[in-house]
């Protein structure tokens, strides 16, 4: 996430996001304006985890676990409580964030694959206690009927208006995280991507920042999980699965981990790739993870690579070989 926005590609990819977004909203229809809504919030998830993974090296699997947070706390406010749901969706993040202070002072003192493992464990804990805990979630049936967000008389049940809010959203946490980057937090975090007794050599308190990342993007999965039942109106057991929980870190690794639009183009190309390929039936599956895989090959850091640790991009990759042919292959 150095220098976000600094190259040329990323640039032009975000440009191409905003104009796509925007042709969306206005041409598009009602099933575009509805997946590109859902691009937009898991982007949002997908951002988070780029800051705690990408920028300050954590690896976690807890980000289903956050958005479990929003998502059943503003459903179970509004619905059993009766609270506003915007009011709702604030004491969800901020529980959220206290969740993640509490559970991260012990979970960070993990390191590398113990890290990651315990985290998964911690989503996992999450996808089981949803489907057993009738009595605050109803189980495998959901919490349905979640009224949606307005401002006075504008209610955010319209897709399109709540298409601009998911896109708002998305774009603050971008604009958030790129301060974040570029600020002494940010330089902070890349030193512990490099390596813990590097940044404790360096000065940074190595438990207070891994706990400030963590805290930050749970707050920021639980805004988006939130977003994501007050859109659909559906809370259940299914959106916080293993399935779940390898999709959003596949998204970042398809987009580019520590990337500025990586998350972005992660969240597009797997939740709209099987929309564009749903005419091909039975086989949609099976080209869709070849498209995957090669995906994969040509481009093992993602489609906009790591700024600040690598230089290989899907971009840089046809680049060098339009300009060098055949010889290329030995650069």
């Known amino acids: 996430m150095v220098g976000f926005l600094r190259r040329p590609a990323e640039l032009a990819g975000l440009a191409l996001i905003v104009a796509g977004a925007l042709v969306t909203l206005i041409f598009g229809s009602r099933l575009a304006v509805y997946n590109m809504t859902i691009v937009a919030i898991y982007a949002t998830v997908v951002m988070a985890l780029n800051l705690l993974l990408g920028l300050a090296g954590q690896v976690s699997f807890a980000q289903t676990s956050f958005m479990a947070v929003g998502g059943y706390g503003s459903a179970i406010l509004t619905t059993r409580l009766g609270l506003d749901p915007w009011l709702a969706l604030g004491l969800s993040a901020g529980l959220a964030g206290l969740a993640a202070f509490v559970i991260g002072l012990p979970l960070l003192r993990l390191r590398g694959h113990y890290l990651s493992m315990a985290t998964f464990a911690l989503a996992l804990g999450t996808y089981s206690f949803a489907t057993a805990a009738t009595w605050l979630t109803n189980g495998g049936i959901g919490i349905s009927g979640i009224p949606p967000l307005a401002i006075g008389s504008l209610s955010f049940e ?124 039975r086989y949609q599956n099976l080209v869709f993870f070849v498209v995957l895989l090669a995906l994969i090959l040509a481009a093992p850091n993602g489609l906009f690579g790591a700024t600040f640790e690598t230089r290989g991009s899907v971009i840089d990759w046809l680049r060098s070989r339009l300009r060098g042919g055949a010889g290329s292959r030995n650069v």
């Open 158 to 281: 319209e897709p399109h208006v709540f298409y601009i809010f998911a896109w708002l959203v998305a774009g603050l946490t971008l604009t958030f995280e790129m301060l974040l980057a570029n600020s002494y937090i940010g330089r902070a975090w890349r030193a512990l991507a490099t390596g813990q007794h590097i940044a404790a050599s360096l000065g940074v308190d190595t438990t207070r920042y891994k706990l400030l990342a963590f805290v930050i993007a749970g707050v920021i999965a639980s805004i988006a999980g939130s977003a994501y039942v007050e859109f659909t109106s559906f809370v259940g057991p299914d959106l916080y699965d293993v399935n779940i929980i390898l999709t959003v870190f596949i998204m970042l690794y398809i987009g580019g981990r520590g990337s500025t639009i990586g998350p972005i183009v992660g969240a597009g190309v797997l939740i709209l790739l099987p929309q564009w390929m749903s005419g091909l039936e």
